[in-house]
């Protein structure tokens, strides 16, 4: 059997992709529903992909050293602002 750490340095980025798809969605791309034991091996090698090919800052996301990126609610303001999501007149409330 290969190495785990093999995988995730020789896996290209779309099959990461289509995990972390998986996952999300909680089935394949052709509809059939991932099993328990599916979704935790699949969100393993997700966030190992993560943790050692990808360097993520944004919130709840794997860095480098393997721990969850918590940023602050103050760090999480400047990241959004200036930023409109969406704009509602009071009318359509």
Known sequence: MTDINQVIEQMPVEVYERLLSAVELGKWEDGSVLSQAQR?????????????????????????????????????????????????KESEL
């Open 40 to 88: 935790e091996s699949t969100l393993q090698v997700v966030m190992l992909y993560q943790a050692r090919k990808l360097d993520q800052q944004e919130h709840f996301t794997i860095n480098a050293k393997g721990a969850i990126n918590e940023l602050s609610k103050s760090e999480l303001k400047k990241q959004f602002r200036g930023e409109t999501i969406a704009d509602f």
